[in-house]
């Protein structure tokens, strides 16, 4: 503090009047960081914990959108239709990327620079922490009295045990239980002491978990990078080959080549489905889908029989193969009004119910003189409700019925745009059959044929076959992901289930020949009363190891003189001496 004093012509001298440091300093001009010293200061703000963590939980919520809103990249139908369907701020939303979250600025943003401050955040730690477990424990305090945990032992004279054999003895006692140890020998100016260490695994163990993140980050970089999946329906007899044709739908990598990938094929041989027909509450039931494959890892491999169960993927190539679907395939016959076969083939229709009740639409682009178009629904076991419209019954084929209406006119396939073969837009053709229709709607068994009016041509119902929708996936980075991720939980229970503890013992001689020894123990952070119990088993310890009871000295001899007792029930303590610090 200082002092001044003021003079005032009217009033004379003012008493002393004191400034505090902020009044003393009020010219005092602040220097300017400038460019580097803004570059530093927001590379220590990036590379923060805090930060790091901020950013961690800032990408799990930019996350959240990509599971409210259809993602293009796996479904850019239900986009498209979505933009239609909201038409006043779909749009605004496509701005936002919120339709491609995961390949978005800002999402990517997060994630580059969540991967900037963990490295940031983890390499300055594991250099420091390298060094730290390099070098040798903390010199010995001068009072250990003052440490949280702290006793004292003492040693009968008769045993003749000598302070720096003491000291290597706890040396050993102390590696025994872990800990990393340092004898420091005695002299004229200082008595023999041992520092000890352990729990360095803690911080290890953080540093692993926050490595094992990063590396979940590159690799699920690396998956998104050069993985790719696809979709395909197989009906009962096709073959799929792993190449880009090959698929109904193909979503690759952003760096993904097609020459990657494997030239394994698949042929889909039987589907079976196993219902339950025994119980009265769940009757009809699904129990188990089972599809009987045929595979071949290359053109000249031999061919493998293996079966494809719901949750059980094949490995093939380096892809999974997953059993997402399956339903009923039609095998339907259309000619045009010419007598020509302008469609012929398995339909695959898609399930809507338990029972399988089933939407199919039949497209032919090839019939003349007019195309032909075809909507209605399947049923696997055919029967009639008491208002007279069909249903089915069960989901096994035991009565099957095509039920449908027919459509002429351009199917709007020859323009080269692309449409949803599960789905017929109807607003520019001429209905032909249904319900309000004179010649009513179309219904088949199999076997069974119709002869459209108007010399339009026919249809049949063939035959039936089961389909099955496939999913297939290629992550490079997966298995790695898997094994960070394994990595970084194993750290963080190392980290939170293990202590951090310093430990010295220091051991001297009286002047009636016991040798006298005192202990303290100190922790970083909380250790919720480990610390107490650590101390009481290093003092059993050390007591085995030279023999004597743990006890006060006086219960150990019986023989102890009263000043020796009044010592004992008060914890001698050593003497500091200069080099003990």
């Known amino acids: 503090m200082t002092e001044t004093t003021t003079q005032n012509p009217k009033k004379g001298t003012k008493p002393p009047r004191k400034r505090g440091k902020q009044a003393a300093r009020t010219d005092v001009a602040l220097p300017a960081l400038g460019p580097v010293g803004m570059l530093r200061w927001a590379w220590t703000q990036l590379t923060s914990m805090r930060t790091a963590l901020f950013l961690l939980l800032l990408l799990a919520v930019a996350a959240v959108p990509g599971s409210l809103f259809p993602q293009r990249p796996t479904n850019p139908a239900v986009v498209t239709q979505y933009l239609k369907d909201h038409a006043d701020y779909g749009p605004f939303l496509d701005k936002l990327q919120m339709f491609d979250v995961y390949s978005s600025v800002w999402f990517s943003a997060v994630y580059l620079l969540l991967f900037i401050s963990l490295i940031g955040c983890v390499v300055p730690r594991a250099i420091a922490h390298w060094k730290s477990w390099r070098s040798q424990p903390p010199r010995t305090p001068a009072r250990l009295s003052r440490l949280p945990v702290y006793g004292t032992l003492v040693v009968p004279a008769e045993q003749g045990l000598d302070p720096a054999d003491a000291a290597q003895q706890a040396a050993g006692v102390l590696k025994k239980r872990g800990y990393r140890v340092d004898v420091r020998a005695g002299d004229a100016s200082s008595h023999p002491s041992v520092g000890a260490e352990k729990g360095y695994l803690k911080e290890l163990g953080n540093l692993c978990f926050h490595t094992g993140l990063v590396g979940v980050l590159v690799s699920v970089a690396a998956g998104g990078l050069f993985g790719y999946s696809g979709q395909r329906t197989l009906v009962e007899g096709e073959t799929f080959v792993n190449t880009l044709v090959g ?3 193909f979503n690759p990598g952003s760096d993904f080549q097609s020459s990657w990938l494997a030239p394994y094929s698949l042929r889909l041989d039987k589907f079976d489905v196993r219902y339950d027909r025994e119980s009265v509450k769940q009757f009809g039931q699904p129990l188990d889908f089972t599809a009987h494959v045929t595979t071949k890892d290359s053109p000249d ?3 493998k029989q293996q079966d494809l ?6 490995s093939l190539g380096g892809t999974n193969v997953y059993l997402v679907g399956n339903g009923y395939a039609p095998v339907i016959t259309v000619r045009g009004g010419d007598g020509n076969i302008a469609f012929q083939g398995p339909v695959p229709s898609i399930p809507t119910d338990p029972v399988y009740t089933s939407t199919i639409v039949v497209k032919a682009p090839d019939a003349k003189p007019t195309q032909l178009g075809f909507v209605g629904f399947f049923l696997p076991t055919a029967e009639k409700g008491s208002n007279g419209v069909a249903f089915s019954a069960d989901p ?9 209406n027919s459509y002429v006119g351009d199917l709007g396939l020859d323009k080269g745009k692309p449409q949803n073969v599960y789905a017929l837009d109807v607003a520019k053709l001429t209905q032909v059959n249904g319900r309000d229709k004179p010649a009513g709607g179309i219904v088949l068994g199999a076997g069974q044929s119709y002869t459209l009016p108007n010399g339009q ?10 389909y099955v929708a496939l999913d297939i996936h290629h992550n490079p980075g997966q298995e790695w992901a898997l094994g960070f991720a394994l990595f970084s939980l194993a750290g963080l229970i190392c980290s939170l289930f293990l202590t951090r503890r310093r430990l010295w013992v220091r051991v001297g001689r009286h002047e009636d020949g016991r040798t006298m020894v005192e202990y303290g123990l100190i922790t970083r952070g909380e250790d919720h009363g480990g610390l107490a119990s650590e101390g009481k088993a290093v003092r059993a310890a050390l007591a085995r190891a030279w023999g004597v009871p743990d006890a006060a000295p006086a219960a150990q001899t019986g023989k102890a003189s009263a000043a020796d007792s009044q010592a004992a029930t008060t914890h001698t303590t050593l003497p500091s001496t200069k080099k003990d610090s």
């Open 247 to 249: 698929y109904d739908t």
């Open 301 to 303: 491999a031999p061919e």
């Open 309 to 314: 169960k719901v949750n059980d993927p094949l």
């Open 396 to 404: 096994d084929p035991l009565n099957v019925q095509l039920n449908l």
């Open 457 to 466: 041509g026919s249809i049949s119902f063939d035959g039936l076959k089961r």
